[in-house]
């Protein structure tokens, strides 16, 4: 059974940096899009980033600048580096790949924590 697994989630102050890594138990053939995803208390799931198999990028506004999605196709893991951090990013934050035979797989959450 496939699974995800995120690392990296923690408490930081404003202004800090944190990087997220999401890698799968078992290797995945055909990723093409890998996927941030978070979601804060009471609110909606929003895409962050993502990233295609070609290494094309795409982020929410509220992070460019401040946030880097990087994959490293031969450890099907995926990275999020994230800078200048605000407490708006406090959030649960989740990876999803998807494949060319259009298998999904979704990891379980890690909690940031950005204290003002």
């Known amino acids: 059974q496939v699974q995800l697994v995120e690392s990296g989630g923690g408490l930081v102050q404003a202004g800090g940096s944190l990087r997220l890594s999401c890698a799968a138990s078992?290797?995945?053939?055909?990723?093409?899009?890998m996927t941030w995803y978070r979601q804060a208390a009471g609110k909606q799931r929003e895409l962050v980033a993502s990233i295609t198999s070609g290494g094309s990028t795409n982020y929410v506004d509220s992070v460019k600048g401040r946030v880097t999605i990087s994959r490293d196709n031969a450890k099907n893991t995926l990275y999020l580096q994230m800078n200048s951090l605000k407490p708006e990013d406090t959030a649960v934050y989740s990876c999803?790949?998807?494949?060319?035979?259009?298998?999904?797989?979704w990891g379980q959450g890690t909690q940031v924590t950005v204290s003002s």
């Open positions: 078992v290797r995945i053939f055909g990723i093409n899009d």
């Open positions: 999803n790949f998807k494949t060319r035979w259009m298998s999904e797989y």
